[in-house]
């Protein structure tokens, strides 16, 4: 634990203007990002005695090991820097409103040349007209089952749309009249987007329109005794009225506003929104955080705007935001949003009528939705923290292991051998620092000599970013083990590919002082690996010849679930009802499932490679146009240079390249098949280049493949 008063900055040093601030851990990771209207009043509050803390800021301030600024000018300037931060550093002390992307909305792609109805969650495109946010998708299908009555525009797929453009047959929705099939050309480009825009104005609230449009259309059918026809538009009225009903009408002006409503403990706040567009309720979302820095409602309002709005522009920002407190200060905020609309946005507190009346219903469910998320929580919470605390008793550490990395090997009768690395906080896992890893310092088959170099590895990385900080004096090219400094072994990242020479010796490039998250740049307080004793074993005492002796290690076998310790001749068996054991299974798991995904992305590649990729400098389109040209290897390894010369994009070196590489791997003799004695000879097209250890891979036996470990 860090005393503030060891990093304090000196009297005069900060400036009295608005900004922003960074505190940083002793890994100079960015664990808090603040704003202020005077940095020198702001961060004095943190620097007095401790005991006046509130213990959150306690904590914040005690496990930071420094504190920098950035002036701005404006507050504005101030507030939009600090979303950014927080959603690049992700800092673990401010607070994070979870399930943020996951609600669904209604998407017309108006880019395209037929617009179509779906479904869409994630960050919004350009070009797409969005409607939502929906509470569930299935509310969403609802409604546009009831108006493609009306509004018959395309929902289809890419793929359905092209094989029904293909064929000249559109699918069922075309034969029922909820599609208009512009895939068989029933209707033009143009009409067909008309239609699309009337659908998105049906559900931006212009209601009105249609339905005394199509009230009109049917009186006059009926009138021309087409009875039939009136019959149908009363249907579409009908349908169209039920869907306005899913949405009633909440405030008579034709309001366009969100509601926001706070409800918090000490602990947690629920953030609920209402969407209002057209006076009716079009969309509900909520998000739960924990209250990890002392912060008042005003304060996880501006929290929750900038979450809101803070990649939205134009009419995303509705005229008129409705919140429980406002901002200290307001104007800025205010600014802010007006700024992201390009129009002026009013935010304020409601005071009477219907919108406060409506607001009292948002805080309800704010209420509601906390009360739920602690019934399930609570359980999970004490869990977790349950299950450290018996690992960290059963292991004997001084205090609960937060950070946890699992190391697991795998591979196919010794081929493809690779490991993986994932990491548990808080019990809880961390996808975006699981790393991938190459064996690469021998051949075979050998878990614990893999486990020693992949332990060699991660850790050699985690000194050089020690030595690159000032915190380590050791050096990088002292061997280990026999072996050469941390450019042996670079760990691989997400795409399992080694890194180019000039990425920082294999450390992906990242600047020492910015407090973005770097690979293998913070320890863990306990390394687990998927093995029994010889891999603990392995796995120490990699971590002995690199001077590392405050990290613990433990195993985990699978045969018995039996928890091994280094030295020790007999291993931990916890109860099956502990959770602690539970813990370990789940990391070890996870470790097992991510190891043996990427070894099987691994062999598959091996296995669909051909000839043509041992050629240096032949890309895939060059590939195909070689395949295309010739119609198999075959044919292409009898073809003279200059026939390969004339495979446009293939110059004399290349077809010279081709030649050598082809008969360096030409067949010794020809296939035979052994059940008849007689000569295959396949003339089939090779579409990709491949060797025919595909074919024989896809008719593996299950009881082969389960031999991966």
Not at 433 to 458: C, L, P
Not at 691 to 697: A, P, R, Y
Request: include cysteine; aromatic fraction near 6%; hydrophobic fraction near 35%.
């Amino acid at each position: 634990m860090a005393d503030p008063s060891s990093y304090r900055p000196r009297p005069g040093e900060i400036p009295d203007s608005p900004g922003v601030y960074r505190f940083r851990d002793e890994h100079r990771r960015v664990i808090y990002v603040g704003k202020a209207k005077s940095l020198r009043q702001r961060l004095a509050n943190y620097f007095q005695d401790l005991a006046n803390l509130h213990p959150r800021t306690r904590s914040m301030v005690t496990t930071a090991a420094s504190v920098e600024w950035t002036v701005v000018s404006t507050e504005v300037e101030a507030l939009q820097l600090e979303y950014s931060w927080i959603k690049e550093y992700d800092p673990r002390f401010n607070v994070k409103y979870r399930d943020d992307k996951s609600y669904p909305y209604l998407a017309v792609t108006m880019n395209d040349e037929f617009p179509r109805v779906q479904v869409m969650r994630g960050h919004k495109k350009k070009g797409v007209r969005y409607f939502g946010p929906y509470a569930h998708a299935w509310a969403i299908r609802d409604t546009v089952d009831l108006l493609l009555r009306v509004f018959p525009v395309r929902t289809c797929s890419a793929g359905v749309f092209k094989n029904a453009e293909r064929t000249g047959r559109p699918c069922l929705l075309g034969y029922i009249g909820k599609c208009s099939a512009p895939c068989v050309g029933r209707i033009s480009p143009e009409d067909h987007y008309e239609l699309a825009e009337e659908f998105c104005d049906f559900m931006a609230g212009r209601t009105g329109t249609y339905l005394r449009r199509l009230e009109r259309q049917m009186a006059e059918a009926s009138d021309e005794m087409e009875y039939e026809r009136a019959a149908r538009l009363r249907d579409d009225v009908g349908a169209l009225k039920k869907a306005m009903e899913k949405n009633a009408v909440v405030l008579a002006d034709a309001t366009d506003a969100d509601l926001i409503a706070v409800a918090e403990d000490e602990l947690e706040a629920a953030v609920q929104i209402f969407h209002v567009r057209g006076g009716r309720v079009r969309g509900q979302r909520g998000w739960v955080t924990d209250k990890v820095e002392e912060i008042t409602t005003a304060a996880l309002v501006e929290h929750a705007l900038q979450q809101l709005y803070g990649e939205e522009t134009g009419d995303a920002v509705p005229k008129e935001v409705l919140v429980p407190a406002l901002p200290d200060p307001v104007e800025p905020v205010q600014e802010w949003l007006t700024g992201r609309r390009g129009a002026n946005v009013s935010l304020r507190i409601p005071q009477r009528g219907d919108k406060k009346a409506l607001m009292e219903t948002v805080q309800r469910n704010a209420q509601q939705a906390l009360v739920l998320h602690k019934t399930k929580r609570a359980s999970d919470l004490t869990t977790r923290s349950r299950a450290l605390e018996e690992i960290a008793d059963a292991l004997g550490l001084d205090s609960a292991p937060l950070r946890i990395e699992c190391y697991d090997i795998s591979h196919l009768q010794g081929d493809d051998v690779v490991a993986s690395m994932v990491v548990f906080e808080d019990g809880l896992q961390r996808k975006n620092e699981y790393r991938r890893f190459q064996i690469k310092g021998f051949a075979g088959q050998d878990d614990v000599r893999s486990m020693h170099e992949v332990i060699t590895r991660r850790f050699r990385r985690y000194l050089a970013e020690k030595e690159k900080s000032g915190e380590w004096a050791g050096s990088d090219d002292t061997p280990v083990n026999g072996t050469p400094g941390p450019a042996d072994g670079v760990p691989l990242g997400a795409s399992g590919v080694a890194p180019a020479s000039g990425e920082d010796d294999g450390i992906i490039g990242l600047k020492d002082d910015d407090g973005r998250p770097r690979k293998f740049a913070y320890p863990p307080q306990l390394v687990v690996v998927d093995g029994g004793r010889p891999q603990v074993a392995a796995a120490r005492r990699a971590l002995d010849e690199l001077g590392i002796d405050d990290i613990a290690v433990c195993g985990l076998a699978k045969r018995l679930e039996e928890v091994w310790v280094p030295g020790e001749e007999d291993p931990l068996v916890l109860p099956r009802s502990s959770e602690g054991l539970y813990l370990l299974q789940r990391v070890r798991d996870e470790a097992h499932r991510f190891a043996i995904t990427y070894q099987r992305a691994k062999r598959a590649k091996r296995l669909r490679s051909g000839p043509l990729d041992e050629v240096p400098g032949l890309g895939e389109t060059r590939k195909q146009a070689l395949i295309k040209h010739f119609g198999s290897v075959k044919r292409l390894r009898a073809a003279t240079i200059e026939q390969i010369q004339e495979v446009p994009g293939i110059g004399r070196k290349t077809a010279e390249t081709i030649a050598v590489a082809l008969a360096r791997s030409a067949p010794a003799a020809p296939a035979v098949n052994t059940a008849t004695g007689e000569i295959i000879d396949e003339e089939e097209p090779d579409t990709t280049g491949g060797s025919s250890g595909e074919s024989v891979s896809a008719g593996l036996p299950d009881d082969r493949r389960g031999q991966e470990t």
